[in-house]
């Protein structure tokens, strides 16, 4: 068994939620806070089957989207810091990790 641990923008977990629960998938969906890109994204924990893992990978791949976000850089407290200087950066729609499960069970 497998746990898979995915960071999802806000801007696609309802559309990979949606998609996983379809094909059987049950999930966890915890918001989360980030530093660098505040638009938002979603923590998701999913446990599966070793053989069902590469399909969820596969609902990822076709329900987010990479975007570039205009994001405000690094804060500081320097005056006129160029770290504060706006910068567009490549948001990816999920990232994910995947972890073996040694014991599930359920109470």
């Not at 530093?35 to 987010?64: M, S």
């Not at 804060?75 to 499960?101: M, P, R």
């Amino acid at each position: 068994m497998k746990l898979v641990m995915t960071i999802i923008s806000n801007s696609d977990v309802e559309k990979v939620l949606s998609a996983a629960a379809r094909e059987g998938y049950s999930a966890t969906k915890i918001s989360t806070t980030g530093q660098f890109l505040v638009d938002g994204h979603t923590a998701v924990l999913i446990g599966c089957d070793d053989d069902k893992v590469e399909r969820l990978y596969a609902i990822f791949k076709e329900n987010v989207k990479k975007r570039t976000v205009r994001s405000t850089g690094v804060k500081s407290t320097l005056a006129g810091s160029l770290l504060n200087q706006e910068i567009d950066v490549e948001e990816h729609g999920a990232v994910a990790f995947t972890l073996d499960v040694e014991d599930f069970q359920k109470f």
